[in-house]
């Protein structure tokens, strides 16, 4: 019948206007699906990025640490070697107080006594200095320690920001993400913390059963 003519087509109009706007709804939903995998990927990298410089700040105390209980050891054996060496020449000088008028061996003690001297104070020339000059290395160390545990938040905190910028120029810190930096610069400062007074007696623990054997027993 001619009246009904074109109904057809306005079921098929309605219909594919639902079916664009279903299309538009999936669409939008996958891009903001995917605008949120981004976010996330790129929080993951910047937190990601902060870790790792603050682990290796702490390997670098570490070494450090190592360094200095090395240095301590180094210190400990010169100054063994300094007390063997003094402890040689006044045996060798008493021996030839009584040898010195035997022919023949009291020339050989005597040569040994002169040859001890010299060896003395050669030894207090050089092995003094360089015990001083390690211990100024290891205030060196501490001081470098120091130093960087205090800027190691500040660095992470300028890592995870310029790693936000990398994945997204328009990525920036929110609210949230300052508290979030500003406790974990608390929670880093008191992380680890300085041997002082009493405390050094772990240090001396660790550098006591460091030692080799000439110099945990010079007998």
């Known amino acids: ?81 300094r007390s063997w060496v003094d402890y040689v020449r006044s045996s060798l000088n008493n021996v030839n107080m009584i040898t010195q008028f035997i022919p023949y061996l009291g020339a050989v003690t005597r040569a040994l006594a002169q040859a001890s001297t010299q060896l003395q104070r050669g030894a207090q020339t050089l092995l003094a200095p360089a015990e001083r000059g390690i211990s100024f290395i290891n205030t060196a160390h501490s001081g470098a320690e120091t130093a960087v545990h205090f800027q190691a938040a500040l660095a992470a905190r300028s890592v995870a920001a310029e790693t936000l910028r990398a994945n997204n120029p328009e990525n920036g810190q929110t609210r949230a993400t300052i508290v979030f930096l500003a406790r974990n610069a608390r929670a880093w400062q008191n992380f680890t913390s300085n041997y002082t007074g009493n405390d050094r007696a772990r240090l001396k623990d660790v550098v006591m059963r460091s030692r080799d054997g000439f110099t945990a027993d010079r007998g």
């Open 1 to 81: 019948m001619k009246h009904q003519k074109g109904q057809s087509l306005v079921f098929l109009l309605g219909f594919t206007a639902a079916l664009i706007g279903a299309m538009f709804l999936v669409f939008n939903t996958g891009q903001v699906t995917a605008d949120k995998e981004r976010l996330v990927n790129a929080a993951d990298a910047a937190a990601y990025s902060g870790a790792i410089w603050e682990a290796r700040a702490l390997n670098f105390q570490s070494y450090m640490n190592r360094a200095i209980v090395a240095n301590e050891v180094a210190i400990a054996q010169s100054v063994s070697l």
